[in-house]
């Protein structure tokens, strides 16, 4: 009875044929000057590229390898996003997981790829180990593969409870060579006599077929244990002992688990505090003429922050290789394109939303010594110190702090609801003031979900800087009288109306669809 399921990528999960035979078609004009039609392509869409370079144009592996590089000038940036989940697949996998089944992925696309293309359909959740090949070119053999995440899943004794799900010979001819059985898909790029040439297990015609087979063998194979079937809540103990924990192993108790979240924010007060009075006793005793205004502490501020952030980024590093050690595909975030255009769109929606939510906050808030001291902090004080410290030094290491480490452990743990609120809270807190406070607890949850959504840090730095700049001009503006009470007004219904229709396009519609 097969519990354990390896998925191979293009043509069984993902319909991957524009974007490999685009830049197929891109490799082979650029390399070799070969002009070759789409359709005359869909052979590369399988086997590994480089043996696949040589067999089409016939050339040398030193050539093909060229053509390897050549292929993922177009893929890296483009053809991977020209890629569509196969109708009914998320539900089949959703399904199969609930079952009890342990799911992997094995493919001769490089790892980096197929981790990446699961983030994007937002699938990677459900599997346990994810193995392709090495970006050099190494390790492309179906059979190599197999073999590779049947060692990951620490399976290598029960091979009868595998079964390899692909489209193409090669993965029939992979499986029968590890000595598991496999099951060819119709709906992908082989044919049907293609497959029977190979005799797998058996052949199906759709993800639905697919999923009938798997979860009506396993079902029927635990009918004459106990009267249990596979999908209840008892399985069997081979089943539960290759699921992997929900947590790593270095999470620890629950109190390991709060001190795990907190300790980036606990850090950044105590460090910066540390930093601040450091700094200022020593230019005490050897500046003692040194005039402590506004200007020094912008400065002061953008030092302290710069010293932060290569400690903090240190720790996001480790968080990330941690993740990727224990193969805990289903901490990663979501992937969303963050090109030139997102970048524009994502400052301009937090922009909108930081002008709008101060108008209620300022009638509500009633702080006025509080926002008087804020908006002390820019009289004075050259605008080429502010955007340094205050619009990008401040906010890369904030987003380090707050979403990179904070945010990323909460969710880990408790999901991204609490993530998203206990974030936001610490972020509030950490502007040490009610009027600062209240607004930086609802920019914290936009924060989030920017960083969500597109699944880089980047983005969420890109919206912290665009706001942070908006409210330097601004008060500049403010400052030297060239913004009128009803040119506010204009500024705050134009931000309004960015707020609502970009966030609306960000969260509803900048997304990947599972065309087919």
């Known amino acids: 009875m097969w519990n354990t399921v390896l998925f191979d990528l293009d043509g069984t999960l993902t319909d991957s044929g524009e974007g490999i035979t685009k ?64 109708d009914g697949i998320k539900s089949v996998l959703r399904q199969l997981h609930d079952e009890h089944f342990t799911l992997a992925l094995t493919s001769s696309k490089p790892t980096m790829f197929c981790r990446q293309i699961l983030r994007m359909f937002n699938i990677d959740e459900y599997f346990t180990a994810v193995v392709g090949s090495d970006m050099d070119g190494r390790r492309t053999d179906k059979y190599e593969l197999i073999e590779e995440t049947i060692r ?84 069997t103990d081979s089943t539960r002992l290759f699921v992997r924990p929900t947590v790593m192993p270095e999470d620890g108790g629950i109190f390991r688990c709060i001190f795990t979240c907190v300790v980036p924010v606990a850090l950044a007060f105590i460090i910066s505090g540390i930093l601040y009075m450091i700094i200022i006793w020593g230019l005490q005793i050897f500046l003692p003429q040194i005039e402590f205004d506004n200007t020094f502490l912008v400065v002061l501020t953008g030092i302290v922050d710069f010293i932060l952030i290569p400690f903090f980024y240190i720790m996001y590093r480790h968080d990330e290789i941690k993740r ?20 524009l769109i994502v400052a301009l929606f937090s922009i909108g939303f930081a002008d709008t939510i101060q108008v209620p906050l300022g009638v509500l808030i009633q702080d006025e010594a509080g926002a008087e001291i804020n908006a002390s902090l820019f009289q004075n004080v050259s605008l080429i110190i502010q955007f340094i410290s205050l619009c990008a030094i401040g906010p890369a290491c904030e987003e380090l702090i707050f979403r990179g480490l904070m945010y990323r452990r909460v969710r880990d743990l408790l999901g991204v609801r609490w993530a998203v609120f206990l974030s936001a809270v610490c972020f509030g807190v950490y502007h040490q003031n009610l009027t600062q406070g209240v607004f930086a607890f609802f920019f914290g949850i936009v924060l989030a979900a920017v960083y969500e959504h597109y699944g880089t840090i980047w983005a969420a730095i890109a919206a912290h800087a665009a706001n942070n700049l908006y409210a330097v001009i601004l008060n500049a503006l403010i400052e030297r009288e060239m913004v009128t009470d009803t040119g506010y007004l204009f500024m705050l219904v134009l931000s309004a109306a960015a707020a609502i229709s970009l966030g609306f396009y960000i969260f509803k519609f900048d997304q990947k669809k599972n065309v087919i």
Not at 325 to 343: P, Q, S, W
Request: aromatic share 10%; charged share 25%; with cysteine.
């Open 23 to 86: 830049s197929v078609q891109y490799a082979l004009e650029k390399e070799f000057g070969m002009q070759v039609p789409l359709s005359d392509l869909r052979c590369f869409v399988g086997p590994p590229l480089k043996e696949q370079f040589m067999s089409f144009a016939g050339v040398s592996e030193e050539e093909a390898v060229r053509a390897v590089e050549r292929y993922r000038e177009r893929y890296r940036p483009k053809g991977i996003y020209e890629n569509y989940l196969y």
């Open 152 to 235: 990951e899943l620490g399976m290598e004794e029960l091979r009868d409870e595998i079964v390899m799900v692909g489209d193409r010979k090669y993965d029939c001819i992979g499986a029968a060579a590890a000595g598991i059985d496999c099951i060819g898909v119709t709906y992908g790029f082989g044919s049907r006599e293609e497959l029977e040439a190979e005799w797998p297990a058996c052949i199906v015609d759709s993800p639905i077929e697919l999923r009938n087979v798997l979860i009506g063998q396993a079902r029927s194979g635990m009918s004459g244990t106990g009267g249990s079937t596979f999908g209840s809540e008892k399985s």
């Open 324 to 343: 990727m050690t224990y193969g805990r595909t289903e901490r990663i975030l979501n992937l969303n394109a963050f090109g030139a255009a997102a970048v």
